[in-house]
């Protein structure tokens, strides 16, 4: 042990890496001293680029950090809101779906109160580095953009995924398009009586609430939505459905052949993409009919069109889009272009540079989690929140977040 700055490692300090700190304070103190949490950002935050006022989240305050593993913990939502003084208030609103921003504080409040998991803020891990000793993989070499190397027998990656960006923005200068996973930080520091010209791309959730915040936000603007969909529609929920996500069906789904799993993922789709909360579509239909009663083009939302250029006219971005029933193009001139075009499926490039270190080829998990390594390695790495193709829909949401924590350190205190 004494070779390693710390036994157990883990990279960001999101909802994942925060159950997985309560899980190994809770089942292995004495691993838990012995672990590090390493954070890019200077503070925990949850969605913060989507942090928005009067957003909600979209899973029950039940599937928070460890619940679902042991309701009788200290780090519940229920008892954090008993802590910081609301619970009599939380109670009386009559919702299981707390403000997102509220969901943000309670995960703050976690990463306070850990009495032995460790977590450094401001450090941003560039690349982590095999260790070799005998030609065995005996552990790992985080190296970050400032500080000292961090070494560790034992590796837990929960960096979440990257933003997806289509090619046909990426000629775009960086000031005329953002992605949702940035979106609060951009328009915070724009002029909210100027008048502004959005164009938002993307037709479920995240586009929906850009499109929202910045009709509220800014009077003058004018907001466009451009979706490929026919219409904007509602998750498919339905109590049956939702059984999907229990982590009890974690366990049936890796079980399955791939195409068991790539056919039920392809089922479940709607129940968590390309869709609205039902609230939030109301909302947007009703504002569009009475917008409709006045004459004002202020909201619009163009549906089955495809944006098939984009480049910039020497006032701002100008999206060429093409109408899918006609194919017929017309141009829209905007000041800011913003993408809710969701995130990428694929590994994380730091894992996929770590699995290529050490293998050469992909990135592969098993049941609990641990990446595929040499049969001869005595390290280990566990990735969370993207395996959604080998453990379901529900690997990078909330909902199996304090059962998933729990087979980990299971894992690795088999490892140790």
């Known amino acids: 042990m004494n070779r390693w700055d710390v036994e157990v490692l883990a990279i960001g300090a999101g909802p994942s890496n925060l159950a997985l700190a309560v899980a190994l304070e809770e089942l292995a103190p004495d691993l838990a001293a012995r672990t590090l949490l390493v954070e890019r950002h200077d503070s925990v935050v949850w969605q913060r680029g989507m942090l928005l006022p009067w957003a909600r989240s979209q899973v029950s305050f039940l599937k928070d950090l460890v619940t679902l593993r042991n309701p009788r913990s200290e780090f519940t ?23 997102r921003t509220e969901v943000s504080d309670y995960l703050r409040w976690v990463a306070g109160s850990l009495a032995e998991v460790r977590i450094e803020y401001g450090r941003r891990v560039v690349a982590v580095e095999p260790v070799w000793d005998d030609g065995s993989l005996d552990g790992w070499c985080a190296r970050f953009a400032d500080g ?24 775009l200068p960086g000031g005329r398009v953002v992605h949702s996973s940035r979106f609060q930080e951009r328009v ?16 479920a959730q995240s586009a929906a609430e850009m499109l929202w915040e910045t009709y509220r936000r800014f009077p003058r603007a004018e907001c466009v939505m451009v979706t490929r969909s026919i219409g904007l529609k509602t998750y498919e929920h339905s109590r049956f459905a939702n059984e999907l996500y229990y982590p009890s069906f974690t366990g049936d789904f890796h079980a399955g052949a791939p195409g068991f799993r790539a056919r039920t993922l392809a089922e479940m789709r709607g129940t968590n993409y390309g869709a ?13 009919y009475r917008l409709r009663l006045t004459g004002s083009n202020r909201m619009r939302i163009l549906p089955m069109t495809d944006v098939v ?9 100008l999206l060429t889009l093409a109408d899918r029933r006609t194919g017929d193009e017309n141009d829209l001139p905007c000041d800011l272009v913003l993408l809710g075009t969701g995130f990428r499926g694929e590994m994380p490039p730091l894992v996929r540079r770590m699995a290529e270190a050490v293998s050469g080829g992909p990135v592969a998990v098993d049941r609990y989690y641990r990446m ?6 005595t390290a280990t ?6 395996n959604e ?11 199996v977040l304090g059962v998933r924590a729990e087979e980990i350190v299971t894992d690795l205190l088999k490892a140790r």
């Open 372 to 377: 595929a390594l040499p049969p001869s390695a």
């Open 77 to 99: 939502f229920l008892n954090y809101l008993h802590a910081v003084g609301r619970l009599d208030q939380f109670v009386n609103l009559g919702t299981f779906q707390p403000y």
């Open 188 to 203: 915070d520091r724009l002029d909210p009586d100027a008048a502004h010209r959005f164009a938002v791309v993307g037709g």
């Open 389 to 399: 193709a080998t453990h379901g829909i529900a690997d990078s949401l909330l909902s």
């Open 148 to 171: 000292p190397d961090v070494t560790c027998r034992h590796l837990v990656v929960g960096v979440g995924r990257e933003p997806r960006v289509p090619d046909v923005f990426r000629s």
């Open 381 to 386: 790495c566990h990735l969370q929140g993207v």
């Open 276 to 288: 609205l909360d039902p609230d939030l579509l109301d909302a947007l239909y009703d504002e569009l």
């Open 309 to 317: 250029r984009a480049g910039t006219d020497g006032t701002g971005a």
